[in-house]
């Protein structure tokens, strides 16, 4: 066979050589160990969860080593491409806060190793192809999904490996005039790679998270091209990261069983391969058993879940560098106020089975990273997501900017904050009580204080009240207010006997909280009371009283 007439008679269009793409991408320039990686997801408007757990490798890998991190849209299959994807794709990672260096924008490239869609490489990828085809290393195969699906059916009679490699290759060695009568005749075709590999023997690889394996050889003849002249996955991905300079390729560990694939292409083409980090998949608990993350039962796996419901960005990078690295947690504790960029990340602590994805940590988690934000912090993100999501809402915080925020302060800061707000949607319930509009109170008093007490108790201390008071006088007017009623006032003595009382100090605040916040679980309660005002305080007071 003539390679090179073969070359010249499948691809007449392709003038370039390798040499001159070469010469369009140079090398980086960076410094000793600096990292680059990338992002490649398919425009199908769907996100999720594991694209972002990857991408927080992919970025920390790069930033914190002086490297790049880019974007490349990995567009071939069109069939499955969503009208705007490419924006929402760009909006998630500005949204989640994971910058990319370079890359694909919204109308066009920023990098000087584009194009970053892969449909605009075609005639790049075609070059290597013609290369490939002249070095003996590539073919056309003409057969139809017809012929396809009876090569199949034998395979499985006579219980062979599926696929098209060796004898079942039936277009591998077609003679060149054949391969003309068809291409005359107008009969598409693929372009195939011509794999000389053996499953019986093993190749060696090192994966960074699952450290040396042994795989067996590919023998399978691939499609590089398929018949618009569009890459597949295999093909593209080995030609783009050799050119853009990718070191590190970070992907799910469900892409192992492609890697021989991938081994194979880049030493055909006498390529350096990058070094590639497999995480582990992203599991659950259902019934007590692992399973993997699904888009089809489990909503949390879609990004927009957690734009949603209202979790703050940082909660749920956070939540999952614990699961990336297991000395996240050791660290943050010695680290408490420490920002994300400045914990090391290494593909040493990454873990090797997959990685039990919890939503009531990631609850625990956000509570946290919520309790150690300002009140000015929390405003700010409270107020954009209650904009897109509840602008009712959003009015009321903004009516009095000064107001909502100092609502926001109380419990905030010292050795132990209050950790009363999960997610930004669940801020509304919470914050309900400061705001007449949401007012609504379960005016539910503990059971054995009597509705002769409460109403005494909510009605005496109107009187008393005294908005001047800092807290230490507050408590002292409630404890005369529950001796008043024969409450006991000192804690250690009324543990000791409780049936001496019918109740205590801790009741009396409790039927004063109920009435001013009409819920038993508040913020510090006098505080509550003077953003309140003393009118509306005591109105609460009234109003509560008239009730019993």
């Not at 003409?142 to 034998?154: G, M, N, P």
């Not at 259902?286 to 927009?304: F, V």
């Not at 039990?356 to 912090?377: C, H, P, W």
Request: overall charge negative.
């Amino acid at each position: 066979m003539d390679y090179s007439a073969l070359a010249d008679l499948l691809f007449p269009g392709i003038d370039t050589t390798p040499a001159d793409i070469e010469a369009r991408y140079p090398a980086r320039v960076l410094p000793e160990g600096a990292k680059v990686t990338r992002m490649a997801p398919s425009p199908t408007g769907f996100m999720h969860l594991g694209n972002l757990f990857g991408a927080i490798a992919d970025e920390r890998l790069a930033h914190q080593s002086g490297g790049v991190f880019y974007l490349r849209i990995e567009d071939t299959d069109q069939k499955r491409e969503v009208p705007g994807a490419v924006e929402t794709i760009l909006q998630v990672f500005s949204d989640y806060e994971l910058p990319f260096d370079e890359g694909a924008t919204v109308d066009g490239d920023n990098g000087l190793y584009g194009p970053y869609r892969q449909r605009q490489r075609a005639q790049i990828y075609q070059t290597y192809a013609k290369w490939l085809v002249r070095q003996g290393k590539a073919y056309p195969c003409f057969c139809t999904e017809d012929e396809l699906a009876a090569i199949r059916e034998k395979q499985a009679e006579r219980k062979e490996n599926f696929g098209y490699y060796g004898k079942w290759a039936v277009y591998r060695d077609m003679p060149f005039d054949e391969v003309r009568g068809k291409l005359e005749a107008g009969e598409p075709f693929v372009l195939r790679f011509r794999s000389e590999g053996d499953p019986a023997r093993r190749v060696k690889f090192t994966d960074l998270v699952k450290g040396t394996m042994e795989l067996p050889e590919n023998d399978q003849d691939v499609v590089l091209l398929k018949s618009d002249g569009i890459p597949t996955y295999h093909f593209a991905h080995v030609v783009d990261d050799h050119l853009m300079g990718t070191t590190h390729v970070v992907r799910g560990e469900e892409w192992l069983a492609t890697l021989p694939i991938h081994i194979q292409l880049f030493a055909a083409m006498g390529w350096r391969m990058p070094k590639y980090v497999h995480t582990a998949q992203l599991m659950k608990l259902d019934n007590g058993n692992k399973r993997k993350l699904s888009k089809r039962k489990d909503p949390e796996l879609a990004l927009d879940f957690y734009q949603r419901q209202g979790y703050c960005v940082a909660a749920v990078k956070e939540y999952l560098l614990t699961l990336l690295n297991s000395n996240f947690e050791d660290w943050r504790l010695a680290n408490p106020e420490a920002p994300l960029d400045q914990f090391a990340f290494n593909t040493k602590k990454m873990g090797v089975s997959g990685a039990l994805f919890d939503m009531e940590k990631l609850d625990d988690v956000s509570k946290n990273v919520i309790s150690r934000m300002t009140a000015d912090e929390v405003y700010t993100h409270l107020t954009d997501w209650a904009r897109r999501y509840d602008p009712d809402f959003c009015a009321l915080l903004e009516r009095d900017p000064a107001y909502s925020k100092a609502i926001l302060s109380i419990g905030r800061g010292g050795k132990k904050p209050r950790k009363d707000i999960t997610v930004w949607s669940g801020a509304k319930e919470y914050l309900s009580f400061f705001f007449d509009e949401l007012f609504k109170p379960d005016l539910t008093y503990p059971e054995h204080v009597t509705a002769a007490d409460a109403k005494k108790l909510l009605t005496d201390y109107q009187t008393m009240y005294d908005p001047a008071d800092d807290g230490g006088t507050w408590f002292e007017r409630v404890k005369t207010l529950a001796e008043s009623v024969g409450y006991a006032t000192n804690m250690k003595e009324y543990k000791k006997d409780p049936a001496a009382w019918p109740g205590n100090v801790a009741d009396a605040s409790m039927v004063l909280r109920v009435a001013v916040t009409g819920r038993q679980n508040s913020p510090d309660l006098c505080e509550v009371m003077k953003l309140l005002g003393p009118a509306r305080s005591i109105e609460r007071l009234r109003l509560a009283a008239e009730k019993l």
